[in-house]
């Protein structure tokens, strides 16, 4: 049960002196917070969000979202779905092609769709689409994929890169991807593992005019002093998840080192109770703490005032979100469920930006253990 939650996005960005007049080309250099930048190349069976965005910029898939999470036409330039639901025929974009030169067809989007459903290529988007029962190509450029039953998410899930479209030939001898191909704005160059990944620039891509830069090269600065100083220095032109704590002190400076941008995000830290366990399996000690938690002043806290209190994941014009209000702090029912209570210790795990969440529960009888784990 989700019980809180609070979301930001945001990207510091180090400005050069002719950023008021945008030119093409150029290296971009990213600073990413992972060690190693990423968990693997091949886009069936990625981990974690930074993988997928890397990845993104290489290959592509049938569909795609735009900025408020409405479904395009990508790869599929359209689609037509059966009255019963089931049968959803799809239009190929004609002279799109791969990194390799050879055109996307339908034949690529039946292989994509089939190693997916592999159990042996380990894809986390298997489980997703397992409501496939048939593939078939009509054309070309026409392919119809008949569902077991109607599924009205399937559309979603042909979305991103776990969902991408590569040719055959860009598995090795053993079945797996190491130099993945695509059809995107760029082109992968190479990896080394805990020293860089580069992407260049797709000078064929199938939009006009795009990509603009020339060349990406993605940097390891896993600890956030180094990517802060990396930043400033200019060794990066894009620091990823810098600590909030700093931002309004490089923002104010008066030279105009830094553009902050600020968009509403997919980023969440949240409360989650597993109600089938003790001790969160007790009504009254899930409304104790849901009360006696002030989330607004937790999201300034961790945020810096960045984040937003949310009482759901969903954003306000999903065709998910659930409306209502974020439960507000009342001391007084926090303490009233909390009499009721015969519980001195709660053993539970919290995130590493959580740990203020289990000093707010002490002056209500409700003391946690606290363990971090490391994310993707």
Partial sequence: MKR??????????ATASWASSPQLGGVLTYGISNASITVGVDPHVIQGDRTGWILGQITESLLQYDKDMNTLPWLATSWD?????????????????FHNGREMVANDVKFSLERILDPNTGSRRRKNLEVIDTINIIDRHTIKVTLKSPFSAFLTYLVGAYGAIIPQESLDANGKVTHPIGTGPFVFVD?????HLTIKKNTDYWIEGIPYL?????LPLPDEAVRLTALRTGAVDIAHA???????ILTKKKNKEFELQVRPGVSWRMLIFNNRKPPFDNPQLRQAINYAIDREELMIAMTWGFGTVKNQIWPKDSFWNMGGKPIKQDIKKAKSSSKKLDIQ?????FSKSSLAISQSLRSFRIRSKTQVFASL
């Fill in 242 to 248: 810098l600590p909030e704590k700093m931002l309004p």
């Fill in 191 to 195: 990896w080394v593992k805990n020293d």
């Fill in 4 to 13: 809180f939650a609070f979301a930001v996005l945001l990207m510091l960005i």
């Fill in 81 to 97: 779905i059966s009255a019963d639901g089931k049968d959803y025929t799809f239009h190929l974009r004609k002279g799109v092609k």
């Fill in 214 to 218: 020339d060349q990406i090269n993605f």
């Fill in 345 to 349: 210790t709660v053993s539970t795990y």
